[in-house]
């Protein structure tokens, strides 16, 4: 998500068109390169005796390498028509001509065209539909479960119906909106003897959270707190997640929003509190990225040692955003 929002603040500042497309079937476009034997489906009037099973030439759904295959497919077709995969993200493809961009990112079967290039965009299609059974969806409005409206402002994303669904599936959706995802000065922890809640439920809703958090940075905090409960949560962990669901009840539509600032200038800030986990005195990370004058990374997360003073807590922050950065 954080090449896909870095793209977002770049069409945005320089006013590129965002192109949607999908794979149908992307799966079964795959080569496969192993030995794969599967008995005849029922029903198959092949003229198979007994015993006899097939070979796959292809892959299907449902195979541990059907991605791989897919992927590497994609690859191969993308580099002859002479695009570079990108270092930092892989499902990134770039080509420069005569000083014009055209950018490819794609997940799994949905992929997203932008750049200034319009020639170079237009034949990259026609390439693709030659190549591959695919759907053109126009003009970029929902991808990942993600909402995502362009306007005279810019680009903003957002996951309301993402939210609305999640408050009606936990039975929240008539619940009284909280102001804030956290209560100050929470003091979660593992209590002795505490009354615990269902672990599956707690589960399947921060893994919820933590995905809504992708267009949501004023929930980030608390979603990195509540997590850290995840082996063992007890009745006041899914206290505190549930609260972040009351807080989205009344933010429902919040998101994030791309500006067109007229440049591309990269700021990264970081800081630290020391010694805030009461119960192991480890200090939180938190960190975020500015492309272009826009938001387009956020984490919070608790640090893996004990930090003897504020200046080391910090300065592992600041090391930790330094070689998350470069290795995103």
């Not at 499902?91 to 961009?101: A, D, I, S």
């Not at 030659?130 to 003009?139: A, P, Q, R």
């Not at 960190?287 to 826009?294: A, D, I, K, Q, R």
Request: charged letters at 25%.
């Amino acid at each position: 998500m954080d090449t896909i929002r870095v793209l977002f603040s770049v069409a945005a500042n320089k006013e590129w068109p965002l192109h949607q497309f999908d794979v149908t079937n992307a799966f079964l476009h795959g080569d496969l390169t192993e030995e794969v034997y599967m008995d005849a489906p029922p029903g198959f009037s092949g003229g198979f005796k007994e015993g006899e099973v097939c070979r796959l030439k292809k892959s299907l759904y449902g195979l541990k390498q059907s991605p791989r295959a897919w992927f590497g497919k994609f690859t191969l077709a993308m580099k002859e028509y002479g695009y570079h995969q990108s270092n930092a993200d892989h499902t990134l493809f770039l080509k420069r001509r005569n000083g014009l961009v055209t950018c490819l990112i794609i997940y799994v079967d949905d992929m997203i065209i932008t750049g200034d290039d319009t020639e170079e965009i237009a034949r990259l299609k026609r390439n693709l539909f030659s190549k591959f059974e695919m759907k053109d969806l126009g003009n970029l409005k929902y991808f990942l479960g993600i909402e995502v409206l362009r306007s005279k402002q810019g680009i903003f994303i957002c996951q309301k119906k993402y939210v609305l669904d999640l408050l009606a599936e936990t039975g929240l959706i008539d619940c009284k909106p909280a102001d804030t995802p956290m209560v100050v000065n929470h003091n979660l922890h593992m209590e002795l003897n505490g009354e615990l809640a269902d672990k599956g439920r707690y589960q399947r809703l921060v893994g919820k959270l933590i995905y809504l958090s992708h267009t949501r940075p004023d929930i980030a905090y608390a979603v990195g707190v509540v997590s850290q409960f995840m082996h063992q949560p007890q009745v006041a962990h899914m206290e505190a997640a549930q609260r972040i669901l009351r807080y989205l009840k009344g933010t429902a539509g919040h998101g994030v929003l791309f500006k067109t600032n007229g440049h591309l200038k990269v700021e990264l800030y970081t800081d630290a509190d020391w010694a805030g986990d009461k119960g192991n005195r480890r200090s939180t990370s938190g960190y975020f990225s500015l492309v272009g004058g826009n938001l387009v990374t956020w984490r919070s997360k608790k640090q893996k040692v004990v930090a003897l003073s504020s200046a080391e807590a910090e300065f592992r922050a600041a090391r930790r955003h330094w070689f998350f950065t470069k290795g995103s």
